[in-house]
């Protein structure tokens, strides 16, 4: 049995490395994996199907279910196509400000739509623009990404780590916005003036009002118009949920509930394609998340995270602030190889079990940060990171030549001397609310 740990572990990293390649299917391969460990821990008699159903968080499943289906009924109106090329003609062409703009828009719609699919809406619109204009679209695709890591980190709903956490710690909606939203707009501000240094030195672009109009006309889906009836839809399914958030504390109803409840009414009333359904509810990213819980639970039963708890304790030698400050640490170091899902996934039943022991919300909250400033200092660490990439690589500008590629090595330029101020300032958070 002292062997249990060392294989499960070895199978975990095997899998994750051929995930992080694009080797393999990213939802199957979890799912495969889900079903190994099960094989395993049934001829090695120390994991069962019914510890398996334990270990998945069906909450964090049913808020990622409900949200992306949302996100895509407003997608598919046309609504966030519209409301950036206001933005762009309101900037007329001064590159600072469009940044700032664009900036504060992915934040704002990261609070509330998962930022993965506020970047692959986001993109295609900055490229145009960047194009059009004649801009470098490179930092300002990279503070957008970070953007979208801080919006999401703000609340319950805007990102996969946080839905893990809420999911585990049982906590609310107005929880994240009491205790994450306040550092994160310090760490936006940041983000701001950091950028705003970095380009002080560049020119301003050209602007002409039509032929960004065209540009964006050309990348929106329904050639900058506006789907009326899905726009009605999503638009009061949205409010609905978030009426829902703020009074399910009192009432004692899960968040999760009335997010299922509000992606099953966007199925039903959205006109989703019903050959596009599996895409509208995010059914790659459920298979993913599945098998990962189901492998966790599995390094649970075999005694790894046992391992890493003791030692994050270990290290913080009965002292509860340095253990929160290591178990940050340990997430901002893991979440650049894992990615930040998977990297919260992994982290939070020693979160768990740190609570349990410390009875501590800090806790939830330095877990988040961790990964926060993990994902904001490499392409692999943020949930968008790879698809932002792959993007910026497949356009074309209007001038006919491709945009440069953001490279992992390209982006650290950017992203790691944000992340450790990131670290640096959610320390300094910790040490405030700890005691």
């Known amino acids: 049995m002292t062997l249990l740990p060392t294989l499960t572990l070895l199978l975990f990293l095997a899998l994750f490395f051929l995930v ?40 964090t499943l049913a808020l990622l279910f409900g949200m992306s289906m949302i996100s895509d009924c407003l997608l598919r ?8 090329l206001r933005v762009v003609l309101f900037a007329r ?8 703009l664009l900036v504060l828009i992915t934040y704002v719609a990261s609070l509330i739509f998962n930022n993965l699919s506020v970047m692959v809406i986001l993109v295609p619109m900055t490229l145009a623009i960047c194009g059009t204009l004649r801009m470098d679209p490179a930092p300002v695709v990279s503070a957008e990404l970070i953007a979208s890591n801080l919006g ?28 994450m939203m306040p550092p994160c707009l310090v760490l936006l501000a940041v983000l701001l003036v950091h ?22 006309e050309a990348s929106a889906p329904l050639g900058g118009g506006i789907d009326r009836y899905r726009l009605r839809v999503g638009g009061w399914v949205f409010a609905l949920t978030l009426l829902g958030f703020l009074i399910a504390p009192p009432l004692g109803l899960r968040p999760a509930a009335i997010t299922l409840l509000a992606g099953v009414l966007v199925l039903a009333l959205g006109r989703v394609p019903v050959g596009e359904w599996f895409q509208a509810m995010a059914g790659p990213e459920l298979m993913f998340f599945v098998g990962l819980f189901v492998m966790v639970g599995g ?35 893991l979440t650049p190889l894992f990615n930040a899902g998977p990297a919260t996934a992994l982290l939070v039943p020693v979160a768990k079990a740190m609570h349990d022991a410390l009875g501590n919300n800090a806790i939830w909250w330095a877990l988040s940060l961790g990964v926060l400033a993990g994902s904001s200092a490499t392409l692999s660490g943020a949930t ?10 497949r356009a074309t500008p ?7 590629v953001l490279e992992f090595r390209g982006y650290l330029a950017w992203g790691l001397p944000v992340a450790a101020i990131f670290l640096g300032l959610a320390s300094f958070y910790i040490l405030l609310i700890a005691g």
């Not at 046309?78 to 409301?83: D, S």
């Not at 209007?398 to 945009?403: S, V």
């Open 77 to 84: 109106s046309g609504l966030f196509h519209h409301l950036a």
């Open 299 to 333: 390094l649970r039963a075999a005694g790894v995270l046992d391992g890493i708890h003791q030692l994050v304790l270990g290290i913080g030698g009965g002292n509860v602030t340095l253990a929160l400050l290591v178990l940050m640490g340990m997430a901002f170091l």
């Open 398 to 404: 209007p001038g006919g030549a491709p945009f440069p």
């Open 93 to 100: 062409g001064n590159g600072m400000l469009l940044l700032v």
């Open 384 to 393: 968008a990171g790879p698809v932002v990439a792959g993007l910026m690589s």
């Open 152 to 179: 999401g980190a703000s609340t319950l709903v805007g990102d996969l780590p946080n839905m893990i956490i809420g999911a585990v710690g049982r906590l609310h909606f107005d929880d994240f916005l009491a205790a």
């Open 195 to 216: 950028f705003r240094k970095r380009m002080a030195s560049g020119r301003e672009p050209r602007f002409d009002p039509e032929t960004v109009r065209r540009a964006l």
């Open 20 to 59: 992080q390649m694009d080797l393999v299917n990213r939802g199957i391969a979890m799912l495969g994996g889900g079903m190994i460990f099960l094989l395993i821990g049934g001829v090695f008699d120390f994991y069962r199907p019914g510890q398996a159903m334990e270990a998945i968080y069906f909450d």
